[in-house]
């Protein structure tokens, strides 16, 4: 049972190339999340999805996309890197509703340059 | 809008002693509320969760937690602190399909 998993671990973009983050579960849980955390800020919520085929903007959606068509994964796509979208990058996924903790996996750390 | 603040951007304790990690929330209503723990280069980890009922909540690795209304607050705490407990603590408050992490506080324990 490897919980969620996130590649890559590391990478440098140029601005204005795109990239894909790629984030998988194996707990079969419905509810998936992409945060951003940045130096003394905290998490800040990108998107979220309750399920295949569905997903939500969170707080700091603009400049990313998210889709989900299986329960396993959940990409994140930067579509015109900027800098101000250095960050490291975390994936989460949980069993429901938000009363439940989360699992995280181990972050992307991505420097826009 | 809610917000979760953590009044220490770092808290100092000796091997041994007492830690208390401090958590003010601005919520209405009936938040739940979380404890995060992160080590280096790792993902966040739970530790605990108050949901309802009991105000004292225990979670992982002897850590607990006091939930008080009256002051919207939510301190972590552990009687006897041991050097891998160094790391980052996240407090984080989830109301109304939103979830608000605080901005973390560093702990050290020295030995």
């Known amino acids: 049972n490897a919980g969620v998993t996130q590649t890559p671990k590391f990478r440098i973009l140029k601005i204005g190339q795109s990239m894909t983050l790629q984030c998988t579960q194996d707990?079969?849980?419905?509810?998936m999340y992409w945060y951003r955390q940045d130096p003394g800020m905290g998490l800040k919520l990108i998107y979220y999805?309750?399920?295949?085929?569905?997903?939500d903007k969170g707080e700091v959606p603009n400049g990313y996309n998210v889709s989900r068509s299986t329960t396993e994964d959940f990409p994140l796509r930067l579509e015109l890197a900027a800098p101000s979208q250095t960050s490291v990058y975390f994936c989460?996924?949980?069993?429901?509703?938000?009363?439940?903790?989360?699992?995280f996996g181990p972050g992307t750390r991505l420097t826009v340059l | 809008a809610q917000s979760v603040a953590q009044p220490e951007d770092q808290v100092n304790v000796a091997e041994g002693n007492p830690l208390t990690v401090k958590c003010t929330y601005s919520?209405?209503?009936?938040?739940?509320l979380f404890w995060y723990v992160q080590y280096p280069n790792r993902g966040l980890q739970f530790l605990l969760k108050?949901?309802?009922?009991?105000?004292l909540v225990k979670g992982s690795y002897g850590f607990e937690a006091e939930f008080n209304k009256s002051q919207t607050s939510f301190h972590l705490k552990k009687p006897s602190a041991l050097v891998s407990d160094s790391a980052l603590y996240f407090c984080?408050?989830?109301?109304?399909?939103?979830?608000?992490f605080g901005p973390g506080t560093r702990l050290s324990v020295l030995p």
């Open positions: 108050y949901i309802t009922g009991d105000n």
């Open positions: 999805s309750v399920g295949a085929g569905i997903t």
């Open positions: 919520v209405s209503g009936n938040p739940y």
């Open positions: 707990m079969n849980h419905n509810y």
């Open positions: 984080a408050v989830y109301y109304g399909q939103n979830f608000v």
């Open positions: 989460a996924s949980s069993t429901g509703q938000g009363y439940n903790e989360q699992f």
